[in-house]
T-cell receptor
Framework: AQKVTQAQTEISVVEKEDVTLDCVYE???????LFWYKQPPSGELVFLIR??????QNEISGRYSWNFQKSTSSFNFTITASQVVDSAVYFC?????????FGTGTSLTVIP | DVKVTQSSRYLVKRTGEKVFLECVQD?????MFWYRQDPGLGLRLIYF???????EKGDIPEGYSVSREKKERFSLILESASTNQTSMYLC?????????????FGAGSRLTVL
């Protein structure tokens, strides 16, 4: 079974639209971490955020925001007023007991 | 700027060739990882290392080996490349302690085996 599910394979939006990337995870541990990484066309995965399982507070960083809900085992990522530079593949990941599990990624295309 | 550097961005090899993928990090990180990335499959862990000369198998180690002779360098070796090893290979590193699960990735090495 997938530990991390990113059901959206590809998303296209027009510039300035808001977009939410979904991430659902599965774990039986009480202590775990969730991540989002961005992979632009250059190929290098760039770390965006880490949340631990004890901190459900939502986070905002500029145009990016993250919604962590343990009740639904979700860690969704919203980009507000999307820009062309946001075009990339975005990976959600789970870390538990020093093991990492990556989702299959969501490819976001922002159309100018 | 801290970096994980992968020596080759693109390689084309023939079936049966021995392939070396090199990865160097300048952050004095203890942990280093090799992942393989394929469309629809995400990232899959091949091998990782917690220290010099130490290695642990990941989820898909078959057909691969690794070498970590120095702390900053972690090499992935394909002893006899096969076409099903055509893929993007990503190296990553992380420190011990509180930041241990924040991976810093290299730019990737795209390998094509003909």
């Amino acid at each position: 079974a997938q530990k991390v599910t990113q059901a959206q394979t590809e998303i296209s939006v027009v510039e300035k639209e808001d977009v939410t990337l979904d991430c659902v995870y599965e774990t039986r541990d009480t202590t775990y971490y969730l991540f989002w990484y961005k992979q632009p066309p250059s190929g290098e995965l760039v770390f965006l955020i880490r949340r631990n399982s004890f901190d459900e507070q939502n986070e905002i960083s500029g145009r990016y925001s993250w919604n962590f809900q343990k009740s639904t085992s979700s860690f969704n990522f919203t980009i507000t007023a999307s820009q062309v530079v946001d075009s990339a593949v975005y990976f959600c990941a789970l870390s538990e007991l020093n093991q990492f599990y990556f989702g299959t990624g969501t490819s976001l295309t922002v159309i100018p | 700027d801290v970096k994980v550097t992968q020596s080759s961005r693109y390689l084309v090899k023939r079936t049966g060739e021995k392939v070396f993928l090199e990865c160097v990090q300048d952050m004095d990180h203890e942990n280093m990882f090799w992942y393989r990335q394929d469309p629809g499959l995400g990232l899959r862990l091949i091998y990782f290392s917690y220290d010099v000369k130490m290695k642990e198998k990941g989820d898909i180690p078959e057909g691969y080996s690794v070498s970590r002779e120095k702390k900053e360098r972690f090499s992935l070796i394909l002893e006899s490349a096969s076409t099903n090893q055509t893929s993007m290979y990503l190296c990553a590193s992380s420190p011990l302690g509180a930041g241990a699960n924040v991976l810093t990735f290299g730019a990737g090495s795209r390998l094509t085996v003909l």
